[in-house]
């Protein structure tokens, strides 16, 4: 399928890429520990799931059955335009792969030309903030 197809060739929106952390209700807190994944609190005592997500295997999440209702909902840019069809898969695929390769050269110094690639394509409305 190839809304499934864009999300395992990608996994920004997990690895720590997108994101610090997936906001928690408190009723996912226990579950999710019992699934060994870490939760921490944010300085206002509401529970998050830190990213790079330890449910991440690869880019194919390890959970998925299981994930928090923060990550059910979220849906990407890219992945809106191709389920609506704005994009073929084929443009969407070239986005990905444009998205890793710039991270790639960028390293740990990603400067503003890729953060607004980022958030073009994939980020929106969501906009990357910490946890603390
Ligand atoms: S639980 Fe799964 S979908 Fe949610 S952040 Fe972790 S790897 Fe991604």
Known sequence: MPLSTLC???????DGTLFTHVP???????????????????????????QRCAALDGRRCTA??????????YHCQLFSALSEGEVSLEEALSVVDGAHALLATAGEA??????DYLDRHFRGRH??????
């Open 8 to 14: 395992l060739r990608c996994g920004l929106c997990c």
């Open 64 to 73: 998925y059955a299981e994930r928090p209702e923060g990550c059910r909902r």
């Open 24 to 50: 928690l209700r408190p009723d996912e807190v226990a579950p999710l520990k019992a699934l060994g994944l870490p939760v921490r609190e944010r300085e206002d005592g509401r529970p998050v799931l830190p």
């Open 127 to 132: 906009r990357r903030y910490s946890a603390q």
């Open 110 to 115: 990603r400067g503003p030309e890729v953060e």
